[in-house]
């Protein structure tokens, strides 16, 4: 018996004709997990639940090692070469099996990254993918297995936008066969080890094994990711055999785990970082010395070493160490120092309204605790928290949106450019979703990122980058490094990545002889 249950009135169902996801050889996993995406198409989300699930079902052109500094290895492409700074070729597999059976070609790539699925303004895709792949300005199919792909204007991580979130490839013909983009975002065709067998919303999402998968037949039978909004109910159902692998396991919850017989925890920090973002347009929050406050009243060492057990860092500001050169080390970061807090309050001539604080109970780990941790800090230096816990995203976005609300951010490659500016530039969910902030300065640096060569200066654009998040005009405040800790049946083997993906390929995953 699953413990969760279909949450409001209606739930919608796709169920598709696919083979059984039994087999003999293989077990059925089940993933209990707090949330899963609304819909399933890449180019439409990137949430966490977002990237656990679908890297499963999708492909790209590249892929990161993670292991070797981020490096691009092939994906969907066996090779690719440059023929000058704004023109790159490549090679596709042959023999690539969509999971309808159809072969993939060149004439798949283009319309993944073209004007119906993206690149058109209007298209459902565009707003996501314009910080990813938008110094795209020509997708060319020389022949079955040949694409030639050009930029505006020099890029010098193309390779890496192949790699990231929203470069996944999908069937040109399956989309055209689904009729609508309501029918397709449920049920999608991609190339990825496991295909879309069920999906009821509010419920649990099931994928199927590929068994034509390219990289080779799928460990397991099928992926069931089961919603369990409650941790505890999440490690109860995995000691009690009902669930084979759980999420946002909560640190105080380790011992539990470990105590019990054939599970164990596993995960670490990995490469996004837990934020609080502001919206800024209106109220106290529009003043930038009233965000910096609030930044300054946060102990995050308080906060890591006690919600977490010390498992998760604090990070030096909104960069991460993975960018390489371009990591500003000296750089002083998100500082606690709450007598400068009262001061700036003053300065700002703050009145004592309240402040408003969306949070959910539990998207992230220990979001809830954290929160409360958060809220008591402000009221410390004199900020009126008028803390709400709200349900579901539907409500933390609700507008207008002049309060604080819990995020995060992923480094989807190590770059400004593969981590703030897809949240936070001109097109990035902070500005066109959630509408909270915009600076036309980070707007101009983001733009010059796109094609500027020299390291020194894209180091030095970073750096004022920084600036304008920390001191100038903060969207968001950095609180601590994310920590995704799972639980896992011992006969299982799996191995978290540094990023919210969940990959169930068999090079990453199966079962223990």
Do not use: C
């Amino acid at each position: 018996m699953y413990i969760s249950k279909v949450l409001g009135a209606v739930a919608i169902v796709v169920a598709l004709v696919a083979s059984p996801v039994s087999a003999s050889d293989r077990p059925d996993i089940v993933i209990a997990v707090q949330d899963n995406p609304p819909q399933l198409d890449p180019v439409l989300f990137s949430r966490n639940v977002s990237l656990r699930t679908l890297y499963n079902v999708f492909d790209s052109p590249m892929r990161i090692d993670f292991k070797n500094g981020w490096a691009p290895e092939p994906g969907l492409a066996e090779s690719w070469k440059r023929l000058d700074d704004r023109t790159l070729e490549i090679k596709l597999r042959k023999g690539v099996k969509f999971h309808d059976g159809s072969e993939m070609t060149s004439q798949d790539v283009v319309f993944s990254y073209g004007p119906v699925h993206m690149s058109e303004e209007g298209s459902p895709g565009y707003a996501l993918t314009r910080p990813y792949l938008g110094t795209i300005s020509n997708v060319e199919a020389l022949d079955k297995y040949t694409v030639r792909i050009e930029t505006k204007a020099p890029d010098p991580l193309l390779e890496q936008r192949l790699a990231g979130w929203s470069s996944q490839i999908v069937s040109r013909a399956a989309f055209e066969k689904a009729g609508s983009w309501e029918a397709w975002a449920l049920a999608p065709v991609g190339t990825g080890p496991y295909k879309v067998a069920a999906y009821v919303a509010g419920d649990h999402l099931t994928l199927a094994a590929h068994d034509d998968y390219w990289g080779g037949k799928p460990p397991f039978a099928s992926l069931r990711f089961q919603i369990v909004p409650e941790t505890a109910a999440r490690i109860a159902g995995l000691i009690a055999g009902d669930f084979d692998i759980i999420t946002e396991v909560e640190p105080d919850q380790f011992d539990t785990i470990e105590a019990a017989d054939g599970v164990s925890v596993v995960g670490d920090a990995i490469v996004n970082h837990r934020v609080i973002n502001l919206g800024t347009h209106s109220g106290w929050l529009a003043d930038p010395k009233v965000r910096r406050a609030l930044g300054l009243a946060i102990d995050r060492q308080l906060i890591a070493d006690t919600i977490f057990s010390g498992k998760v860092p604090v990070p030096n500001g909104f960069q991460w160490k993975a960018y390489g050169d371009l990591y500003a080390a000296d750089y002083p970061g998100a500082r606690y120092d709450p007598e400068m807090a009262k001061a700036l309050l003053r300065e700002a001539g703050y009145d004592g309204s309240p402040i408003v604080y969306r949070t959910q109970a539990g998207y992230y780990t220990s979001e809830l605790l954290t929160s409360q941790a958060v809220a008591d800090m402000w009221r410390a230096v004199g900020v009126n928290v008028d803390l709400r816990v709200v349900d579901g995203w539907g409500q933390v976005l609700d507008q207008p949106i002049n309060a604080a609300f819990n995020g995060s951010i992923n480094m989807n490659y190590p770059d400004m450019l593969g981590s703030l500016w897809p949240l936070y530039g001109p097109t990035g969910f902070i500005q066109s979703s959630a509408k909270t902030w915009s600076n036309a300065r980070f707007a101009e640096i983001g733009k010059i990122l796109e094609t500027e060569l020299d390291r020194e200066i894209r180091a030095e654009l970073h750096r004022e980058a920084l600036d304008i998040f920390h001191e100038v005009d903060p969207p968001a405040l950095v609180v601590h490094a994310m920590g995704m800790f799972y639980g896992i049946r011992d006969d299982l083997y799996w191995e978290p990545y540094p990023l919210p993906y969940m990959d169930f390929r068999r090079e990453n995953a199966g079962t223990r002889k």
